[in-house]
């Protein structure tokens, strides 16, 4: 389960940074805006792992 928190946390941190070269995201708002990113990618990818096992059962 730590693998799978490291990996959501660094592919938050990589659209964020993404988001800031394109001028998407102001570096000010960055930590209202990560914590966004981040419980989306964090949602998605639980739920993903709830329904794949789910199937496997």
Do not use: Y
């Not at 209202?32 to 789910?54: G, L, P, Q």
Request: aromatic share 4%; hydrophobic share 35%.
């Amino acid at each position: 389960m730590k693998s799978m928190d490291e990996q959501i946390l660094r592919t938050a941190k990589e659209i964020v940074v993404k988001f800031i070269e394109m001028g998407r995201l102001s570096p000010a708002s960055v930590h209202e805006s990560f914590r966004d990113v981040h419980s989306t990618i964090s949602e998605t990818v639980r739920d993903s792992v709830e329904k794949a096992s789910a199937k496997e059962e």
